[in-house]
């Protein structure tokens, strides 16, 4: 047996450890390879062991959420894809403040708030990925962000060691937060909202719904926005100008009913999606002058060669 699997496995002994796992049924784009090893630790400790096992083995590892923001290469991950799981599928509510493992959905997190009277949340319950990556990446929509209601967040580093961060440690920005640059995986944020009335955070949670609906093309698997706003400019507008409303790659496609999005329109490759982005970055810089930068994350080998991975 490999013994490095032999090591994974102790390291998670009451969690899942699989080999060769597909990353597509894993994000929400429904494309890509495998990983070579896919965790799901029981809990903190196991967590650590497995990110120290890691690192001494010089194996790359990736914090899996619900992979709303994630496109991994077709000839797969070459190292750990670690999800936060059920150990981190927790909520608790006492007076104004909510506190949240990394792996619930956020969706999920904005309901309770509801069921509890609490406001803050409304813009945020259709973003389809888990509290923990949305602080990763300060998620928002509608002029909400993250930043608006975070309090602190527990986060573990590269050495299995845990610290608490404020909302200023984080130097929360735009699509921005300090913890992947730092190495930090989350594991439990603290929000701190309002009380309010249910009846008006129910009707601003289904207007922000029905105008998703009748804006975006929930119907197809995608990464939500593919782009990040460039400074001055709307990414759908530019791609829109530049002539690009339903343009297609093999299965991937600019959806014609928002060009922010890049969807799945049914068999889509890794590999067509990411071309269709490249196209779609010099067809906009070409005619605008305007470079836009990938909102999504890309990770693993999109190319079958030798050369390094993409991440």
């Known amino acids: 047996m490999n013994d ?33 090893y896919y965790v799901e630790p029981a809990g903190e400790e196991e967590l650590a062991a497995v990110v120290r096992l890691c690192r001494k083995a010089d194996m790359p590892f990736y914090i899996l959420g619900n ?5 991994v290469g077709d000839f797969g991950y070459h190292g750990v894809m670690i999800h936060m799981g059920k150990s981190w599928d ?26 509890h009277s609490l406001t803050g949340l409304e813009a945020a319950a259709g973003i389809p990925g888990t509290i923990g990556g949305a602080m990763v990446m300060n998620a928002g929509a509608y002029g909400f962000e993250m930043k608006d209601v975070v309090q602190s967040v ?29 190495g930090y995986i989350v594991l439990e944020v603290e929000l701190e909202l309002h009380p309010g009335d249910p009846a008006t955070i129910k009707h601003s949670m289904e207007d922000f719904a029905a105008r998703r609906k009748e804006k975006q093309p929930l119907e197809y698997p995608s990464a939500g926005s ?8 709307f990414a759908g507008k ?25 969807i799945n329109r049914g068999g889509a490759t890794a590999g067509d999606i990411m071309q269709l982005c490249r196209d779609v970055q010099d067809k906009v810089r070409e005619q605008f002058g305007v470079s836009m930068e ?5 990770l693993g080998q999109f190319e079958c060669t030798e050369g390094k991975d993409l991440e």
Do not use: W
């Not at 796992?21 to 784009?29: I, N, P, Q, R, Y």
């Not at 580093?157 to 730092?182: A, F, M, N, V, W």
């Not at 782009?227 to 001055?232: A, I, V």
């Not at 990938?294 to 890309?298: A, F, I, S």
């Open 238 to 262: 530019l791609i829109q100008d530049a002539g690009l409303r339903g343009y297609q790659v093999g299965g991937a496609q600019v959806s014609e009913k928002h060009c922010g999005f890049v």
């Open 226 to 233: 593919t782009f990040k706003r460039p400074e001055g400019y």
């Open 90 to 115: 927790t909520c608790r509510i006492a007076g104004n403040q909510v506190t949240a493992g990394a792996g619930i959905l956020l969706s999920r997190v904005a309901r309770e708030a509801l069921d």
């Open 4 to 36: 490095f699997l032999e090591q994974l496995r102790q390291a998670a002994k009451n969690g899942t450890v699989k080999e060769q796992e597909s990353m597509a049924s894993h994000v929400t784009f429904r494309a890509g390879g495998c990983a070579d």
């Open 294 to 298: 990938m909102e999504v994350r890309t």
């Open 154 to 182: 527990r986060v573990m580093d590269r050495e299995g060691k845990i610290q608490t961060l404020s909302c200023d440690q984080l130097e929360l920005s735009y699509r921005h937060s300090c913890i992947p640059d730092k």
């Open 67 to 71: 992979g709303s923001n994630l496109l």
